[in-house]
């Protein structure tokens, strides 16, 4: 009977190579194959290294077919690594059904830590680090993402987000709309990299810079905003929600009309986010 191998979770650099750990070189150069989301990306990370062995490709549009697959190799004693383009897998990537098949197999998952954009980003902001929420990427249509947005919007722990560096300026404008232009944030980007920024500020303050500098709509972003705190005011909150739902249809002035009217919360603090 065989013994089972070991699916290595490995995390990545998120930009300087220098943060791959000794350890996670030595597990990528002794597994039996390395599941890959982009195959080219990670070969070029492996090239680096002077590293060599198989790639597979394991990524949104194939996972729940290759995990069994892979699953049946592992039970059959090879030991396979899970890596991502960077950073830690399974954060904002493809892997949990790979994972959970593994475990109710019974064969042994390790993690081997490393960077992660979402934690590196916290542990710079300088806003509260005690409760936090992941909330990834917001969706892409602009609809969607103002209603996610108002769901969070009394949400008392800090937000952490993923954006993309062509939809970074319409997230700003629609966090400082549900949250009030008010509320401190954090933007990180392309951290650990030669053009590493961390701006601070409100998010009125964080849309302006971004939009003075076509800098700051380059490369990959991590968006922190501090919560609501535990004693939001209930009706502001309500009324930003409203408000974000009624804009969507109706002139800026009447929505916030509306939505005063309906929660109660000052008309001032609805319309343009203030």
């Known amino acids: 009977m065989h013994t089972p191998g070991t699916l290595h979770i490995v995390a990545t650099p998120i930009g300087n190579l220098g943060d791959l750990s000794p350890r996670a070189l030595e597990i990528l150069r002794t597994v039996a194959a390395i599941c890959a989301e982009d195959t080219r990306h990670t070969r070029q990370l492996l090239s680096h290294f002077g590293l060599e062995r198989p790639l597979l490709a394991l990524h949104q549009h194939n996972e729940e077919a290759q995990a069994a697959q892979l699953v049946t190799r592992l039970q059959a004693g090879d030991s396979l690594a899970l890596v991502s383009d960077a950073g830690t897998p399974l954060v904002s990537d493809p892997g949990f059904r790979l994972v959970r098949a593994a475990r109710a197999a019974g064969v042994r998952v390790s993690p081997l830590p ?9 542990s710079v902001a300088g806003l509260p680090s005690d409760r936090f929420v992941f909330e990834g990427f917001l969706p892409a249509r602009a609809s969607a993402r103002r209603e996610r947005l108002a769901r969070l919007a009394a949400e008392p722990r800090t937000l952490i987000f993923y954006e993309s560096a062509h939809r970074i300026e319409e997230a700003l404008a629609d966090m ?9 944030a954090v933007l990180a980007r392309e951290l650990t990299k030669l053009f590493e920024t961390v701006l601070d500020g409100d998010l009125a303050e964080l849309r302006e810079r971004v939009a003075a500098d076509p800098n700051q709509r380059r490369g990959e972003f991590v968006l922190i905003v501090e919560g609501a705190g535990d004693d939001a005011d209930a009706k502001l909150i309500e009324g930003r929600r409203l408000y974000a739902k009624l804009s969507e249809h109706l002139p800026p002035s009447t929505a916030a ?13 609805l319309y343009g986010g203030g």
């Open 257 to 269: 009309k509306l939505a005063a009217e309906l929660s109660g919360a000052p008309r001032k603090g």
């Open 176 to 184: 400082a709309t549900a949250f009030g232009a008010a509320r401190p």
């Open 114 to 122: 490393g960077a992660c954009a979402a934690i590196a980003a916290l």
